[in-house]
């Protein structure tokens, strides 16, 4: 079955560590890639979105994600994390010839960053 | 705050019984979607509008599970005859049109007991 998977489910971080969140999807050809944040008690928040052009994607608050085609990955990272990143975060995909936007989200990971 | 809004944020139902949400999206947004997320999961895909038009909606749940958007602006997700499985937060974002971001509302979350 095609799908999204996040290998990570949660991630425990100290302030000032380097992130990466790993995100794989199963879609052959073109898809568009997301990462979506919710931060506790929030709602689902865009980060980053890639359609097409330059594979490294930079997104709000210093996050940003490399496409790498041939490994079927969208990777999330922050060179230095802060106590207010601590929330959880969800890859998701537009796959090939959707025409509605129907994303298919990873399972998430939650992300505990400590002071 | 002109955000996706949804109605009720919490709902205690009891087996069996109908459930109704609301969504109003943001304005002039054609495009209106629902996800359901259960606990530890990430959202999944049920249906999506283009103005009041149901576009696609065989990734709902079930035959209990219905959505409208009569005049292309709010809409409803019904669930009759709820069952346990039911319970989860049911999310509803839109977006202008395809390639544009979506924008999730903070969901509505349904406890069958």
């Known amino acids: 079955a095609q799908s999204v998977s996040q290998h990570n489910h949660h991630v425990i971080l100290s302030e000032a560590a380097s992130l990466e969140l790993g995100c794989n999807y199963s879609?052959?050809?073109?898809?568009?890639l997301f990462w979506y944040v919710q931060y506790p008690g929030q709602h689902l928040q865009l980060l980053l979105k890639y359609f097409s052009g330059d594979p490294l994607v930079k997104g709000i608050k210093g996050f940003e994600a490399e496409f790498i085609k041939s490994k079927f990955s969208f990777n999330l990272r922050k060179p230095s994390v802060q106590w207010s990143d601590t929330a959880e975060y969800f890859c998701a995909v537009n796959p090939p010839r959707d025409a509605g936007n129907m994303l298919t989200f990873g399972g998430g990971t939650r992300l505990m960053v400590k002071p | 705050d002109t955000g996706v809004s949804q109605d009720p944020r919490h709902k205690i139902t009891k087996r069996g019984q109908n459930v109704t949400f609301r969504c109003d999206p943001i304005?002039?947004?054609?495009?209106l979607y629902w996800y359901r997320q259960t606990l530890g999961q990430g959202p999944e895909f049920l249906t999506y509008f283009q103005n009041e038009a149901q576009l696609e909606k065989s990734r709902l749940l079930s035959d209990r599970f219905s959505a409208e958007r009569p005049k292309g602006s709010f809409s409803t997700l019904e669930i009759q005859r709820t069952e346990q499985g039911d319970s989860a937060m049911y999310l509803c974002a839109s977006s202008v049109t395809v390639g544009n971001t979506i924008y999730f509302g903070e969901g509505s979350w349904l406890t069958v007991v």
């Open positions: 304005s002039e947004h054609n495009r």
């Open positions: 879609y052959g050809g073109t898809v568009n």
